[in-house]
């Protein structure tokens, strides 16, 4: 059996490679719309004697917020002194995960596609390709509903930590009778939550693709002729 490599860019019209670079670049997207992500809220307090003060709330990926300061040192606000304080919250669990895994597929479809494109003859000539193909995309199907699922918790929880109520929950100040806290500018998250959306796109793209997979093993093969193979008729010998 030749092994050696073979260019040859038909897979690509086919939807075993085609469907392979849809999922590259939808691993593209997924992290990129998701790490390297910073934000600023800003945070206007209204104080009992009619001044106003403010004060920035950054937060940046992997989200670590209670290691974020919201008041560094000891700062005057509003004629309190107030000690360091952080943001409340942590998700860069489920942000790295995310972004773990997109990285993942992104690293597994380069080299899936250098497998179509060069060593097609090789892959279908063996039993071992198609099936390792197969049950890594089964795989990524379960760890890509669970990613998103996890980052669309720990996005909630950074959306949840950084607006007006969660804000007045970190800063005992805002718990005044006399202080007003209110975000009065918010982060655009907008990427934030196309991440989202495009992790549950590569699920789906790579449940469809799983199909399309599972066609190239020999578990297809010999469920098709075992269905075909009942139905042909012998010819009598002739006496």
Request: with cysteine.
């Amino acid at each position: 059996m030749m092994t050696g490599f073979r260019l040859n860019l038909s897979p690509l019209k086919e939807p075993l490679g085609f469907v392979k670079l849809v999922e590259w670049l939808t691993a593209i997207f997924a992290f990129g719309s998701c790490g390297g992500y910073s934000g600023k809220n800003i945070v206007s307090l209204l104080c009992g004697d009619g001044r106003n003060e403010t004060l920035d709330a950054n937060f940046h990926y992997p989200f670590r917020l209670s290691q974020v300061p919201l008041v560094e040192g000891n700062t005057s606000l509003c004629n309190h002194s107030v000690t360091t304080t952080h943001l409340m919250g942590d998700s860069a669990s489920s942000a790295e995960f995310f972004v773990g895994i997109a990285i993942v597929c992104f690293l597994y479809c380069m080299v899936a596609l250098l497998v179509y494109l060069g060593y097609m003859h090789v892959y279908k000539d063996s039993d071992f390709g198609p099936i390792f193909d197969f049950v890594v995309t089964a795989i990524l199907v379960f760890l890509w509903l669970v990613c998103s699922s996890a980052w669309a918790k720990g996005l909630q929880n950074v959306k949840d930590a950084t607006d007006t109520d969660g804000i007045g929950n970190t800063l005992a100040l805002c718990k005044g009778s006399n202080i007003t806290c209110e975000v009065t500018e918010f982060a655009n998250m907008r990427t934030l939550n196309i991440s989202v959306v495009f992790g549950y796109l590569n699920m789906f793209v790579w449940a469809g693709n799983a199909w399309f997979v599972y066609k190239e093993t020999r578990w297809h093969s010999q469920k098709f002729s075992s269905q075909t193979g009942p139905g042909r008729q012998q010819v009598p010998a002739p006496i």
